[in-house]
């Protein structure tokens, strides 16, 4: 028998944390937790990781949106990861902005080889991932949601149908396919 646990939705724990269960709180955090992780691991860049590591922003970010739950009004079962992504996104930019403002205060030499990107190519880096969340505004909420659960989080389609309230797992790949080739488009006319 599966545990009751396991068949709430999202959109059910979210009402129980609204309504002051720290138990749905502390199963809705598990229940994401893992993906948020997966999606975030490697978007903190090395020289930003001084005072906190990419695995306490996760959790910084988890607490923060859970802290504002009330304000967040779930239209599907995959829109609080979409949500989760976005706050988690903000609070990687804030973290840059603040390494940004105060670098670190290690003495530089010749002797030292820099694995880093340069500042050219974490420019274009920058300036391609800011094309990509322009392009991704302009999806409907739908599609925005399916191209991340797939594309950021590796969601199989059944997985994108459940969340996104598709009617079949081939109804949610169609709905990336279009989304991807509308972003293509966007990214393209952004140049």
């Given at each position: 028998m599966?545990?009751?646990a396991t068949l709430?939705?999202?959109a059910r724990?979210?009402?129980l944390?609204?309504?002051?269960d720290d138990g749905?709180r502390?199963?809705l955090?598990?229940?994401c937790l893992?993906?948020l992780?997966?999606?975030?691991?490697g978007?903190?860049p090395?020289?930003a990781?001084?005072m906190?590591d990419?695995?306490?922003l996760v959790?910084v970010?988890l607490?923060?949106?859970?802290?504002?739950?009330?304000?967040?009004?779930?239209?599907?079962?995959?829109a609080?990861?979409a949500?989760l992504r976005r706050?988690?996104?903000n609070?990687?930019?804030?973290?840059?902005r603040?390494t940004?403002?105060?670098p670190?205060?290690?003495?530089?030499?010749d002797a030292?080889?820099?694995?880093?990107?340069?500042?050219v190519?974490?420019?274009i880096?920058?300036?391609?991932?800011?094309r990509y969340?322009a392009?991704l505004?302009?999806?409907?909420e739908t599609q925005q949601?399916?191209?991340?659960?797939?594309v950021?989080?590796?969601y199989?389609?059944?997985?994108?149908?459940?969340a996104i309230?598709?009617?079949?797992?081939?109804?949610a790949r169609?709905?990336?396919?279009?989304?991807?080739v509308r972003?293509?488009?966007?990214?393209d006319?952004?140049?």
């Amino acid at each position: 028998m599966i545990p009751a646990a396991t068949l709430e939705t999202t959109a059910r724990l979210l009402e129980l944390v609204r309504s002051g269960d720290d138990g749905a709180r502390e199963r809705l955090a598990v229940r994401c937790l893992p993906a948020l992780r997966r999606w975030a691991h490697g978007r903190l860049p090395a020289r930003a990781r001084g005072m906190i590591d990419t695995d306490d922003l996760v959790q910084v970010s988890l607490l923060r949106a859970l802290n504002q739950v009330e304000s967040f009004v779930p239209r599907r079962e995959g829109a609080f990861l979409a949500y989760l992504r976005r706050t988690l996104l903000n609070s990687i930019r804030d973290e840059l902005r603040r390494t940004v403002r105060r670098p670190g205060g290690e003495e530089l030499t010749d002797a030292i080889a820099d694995d880093a990107p340069s500042l050219v190519e974490e420019a274009i880096g920058h300036e391609l991932v800011e094309r990509y969340e322009a392009a991704l505004a302009t999806l409907e909420e739908t599609q925005q949601e399916a191209v991340i659960l797939r594309v950021e989080f590796g969601y199989t389609y059944q997985e994108i149908a459940d969340a996104i309230c598709a009617p079949t797992a081939n109804a949610a790949r169609m709905t990336v396919s279009r989304a991807l080739v509308r972003l293509a488009e966007a990214m393209d006319g952004r140049r």
